[in-house]
């Protein structure tokens, strides 16, 4: 097993941004919303904060569909936030959706969340302890949470192979990107290793399919 390669924490590099910005994560995105509501049906009026939301294309999933929900998403990049405010403001949600722009390390909220959901942050957080530990303080206890994230493959050429099945069309600059983070992401051991450090023992590791992995269950 390759060792992991650490790419930047923040993605602020402008290129990258519009890239990853225009993207179409439609499927992924979704899914993932879905599987938050699949597991957790009778969450009432729940503040759920998004940790790492980059465009702010999840929290828009989560309102547009749950009527009651609002959402607060967390994004240390400023162009991150910049085009997350401009689709927020678009679709009308200003008053759902609430945006930060700040590392989860630094966060602090007024009250704590009902729910915590994450996409495709823990990749770039160079101590993940940090994320599952700051998770835990940001949520009530009890609280559900659902984190996804990349799955890192056995060899630079199997990460080459996901990329070229799963994204043989897109612009090169998001190639690169989703190579790199293949090559940075955690082993589903790694993160069950993580979770048992901090005692998370309601939480769950799942691999729905060849290049994810999932944590789910609740914090206490
Ligand atoms: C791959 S993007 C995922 C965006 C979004 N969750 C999605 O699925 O569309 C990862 C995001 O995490 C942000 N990020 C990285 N480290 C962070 C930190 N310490 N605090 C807050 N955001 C961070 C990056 O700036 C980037 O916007």
Redesign the pocket.
């Known amino acids: 097993m390759m060792e992991r390669v650490l790419e930047p ?4 590099d402008p290129a990258q941004v519009l890239a ?1 910005a225009h993207a179409d ?1 439609e499927r992924e ?1 979704q899914g993932f919303v879905d599987q938050f509501f699949t597991l957790y049906p009778d969450l009432e009026n729940p503040h759920i904060v ?6 702010g ?2 929290p828009l999933r989560v309102v547009q569909g749950h009527a009651m929900c609002r959402v607060t998403g ?4 400023q162009p ?1 936030i910049t085009y997350a405010e401009e689709a927020v403001r678009n679709a009308g949600f200003q008053d759902r959706i609430q945006l930060i722009c ?4 630094d966060v602090t909220l007024s009250s704590p969340a009902d729910a915590i959901i ?4 823990v990749h ?2 160079p101590n993940p302890l940090r994320f599952w530990y700051c998770l835990k303080n940001l949520l009530k206890p009890g609280s559900p949470v659902l984190v996804m994230d990349l799955l890192r493959p056995e060899s630079p050429e199997a990460a080459q192979a996901i990329v070229d099945v799963q994204a043989p069309n897109e612009p090169e600059q998001l190639r690169k990107d989703f190579y790199q ?1 293949l090559l940075a992401a955690y082993t589903e051991d790694e993160v069950a290793a993580h979770l048992a450090e901090l005692n998370l023992s309601r939480l769950f590791v799942d691999v729905p399919d060849d290049r994810h992995w999932i944590v789910y269950g609740q914090v206490f």
């Open positions: 924490e923040v993605m602020d990853y994560f995105n998004d940790l790492g939301c980059g465009p294309d999840i967390i994004d240390a990049s991150m700040e590392r989860f390390q994450s996409n495709s942050l770039h957080v983070s």
